[in-house]
């Protein structure tokens, strides 16, 4: 069982890195990568919480909650920091199989990258998943749940894949002390890709995207004013470099702690997008 880095472990040390984050302001763009290699990777794995537990409370990516409940719920999974990627390695999808014969079976456990484990196992550089009791146990053939769970470390195969939650679509999260000068938005249900690399907003009547910095985890943030709603949000995937553009998802008389649900998703618009082509 690992001991996870949370937001809350240092208060003063946050709340200099927020301000911090915020004024820093990056020229470049995401660097694009093929996502779904086929290629399966070796890595290791443990487990942490109860036995049929479904994982972290909370974590370093800041889903609070949400890690609770389906569709995130028993899928959750810490990484080590090779994967965590100083937090904009959130909402990342990965299948992890493991390898003896005897015990495994050959099906993998799809996990979503929530939380991090910076030491012990996932120290050192090695590339590590931390899993629910639930995760874990799935590896294993019918009835050896617990016997797996009993090799403590094992050795697995990983590989990225898409995420995918139907009838979900991307939603903004605005993170409690968000105001007209300083903005905080969590990102939730992202599919495809999953992960973020780059955020801006635009404010109402505008036609310029302001960038937004990232913050830690998921959390993403602006410093300006007063800044004038509604929002509309673009983001760029870090894996693939893809963007998608919410317009007006946070509306003018926003409030700190709300959910802002947009109507768009990485594969919807893909799925609009050949049934276009289809029409031409």
């Excluded at 974590?59 to 100083?86: E, H, I």
């Amino acid at each position: 069982m690992q001991h996870r880095r949370g937001p809350s472990n240092n208060l003063i040390f946050f709340f200099s890195a927020v301000i911090f984050n915020c004024l820093v302001v990056t020229m470049s763009g995401p660097v694009q990568h093929r996502l779904f290699d086929p290629h399966w990777k070796p890595a290791t794995a443990t487990w942490y919480g109860s036995p049929e537990g479904d994982g972290s409370d909370g974590g370093a990516c800041g889903y609070g909650s949400l890690v609770d409940v389906r569709p995130l719920r028993a899928r959750v999974g810490a990484v080590s920091p090779v994967l965590f990627k100083n937090g904009e390695g959130c909402g990342a999808c990965y299948k992890v199989r493991c390898l003896d014969k005897e015990i495994c079976s050959r099906r993998a456990v799809t996990i979503i990258v929530t939380d991090e484990c910076p030491g012990g196992y996932c120290s050192n550089g090695k590339t590590h998943f931390d899993l629910s009791g639930a995760a874990f146990g799935r590896m294993a053939v019918a009835g050896e749940n617990g016997q797996l769970r009993n090799r403590g470390e094992i050795p697995v195969v990983y590989r990225r894949t898409p995420c995918k939650y139907p009838g979900k679509n991307i939603a903004f999260h605005v993170n409690e002390g968000s105001t007209n000068y300083w903005l905080s938005l969590l990102v939730e249900f992202e599919d495809a890709d999953g992960d973020v690399g780059a955020m801006h907003i635009r404010q109402a009547g505008s036609s310029e995207w302001l960038q937004m910095n990232h913050l830690w985890g998921a959390n993403w943030c602006i410093i300006g004013g007063p800044l004038q709603g509604p929002f509309s949000v673009k983001l760029t995937t870090l894996s693939t470099g893809t963007s998608l553009s919410a317009r007006d998802v946070i509306p003018r008389n926003w409030s700190p702690k709300a959910t802002y649900t947009s109507r768009l998703n990485f594969f919807n618009l893909k799925e609009k997008s050949t049934n276009n082509k289809k029409n031409l």
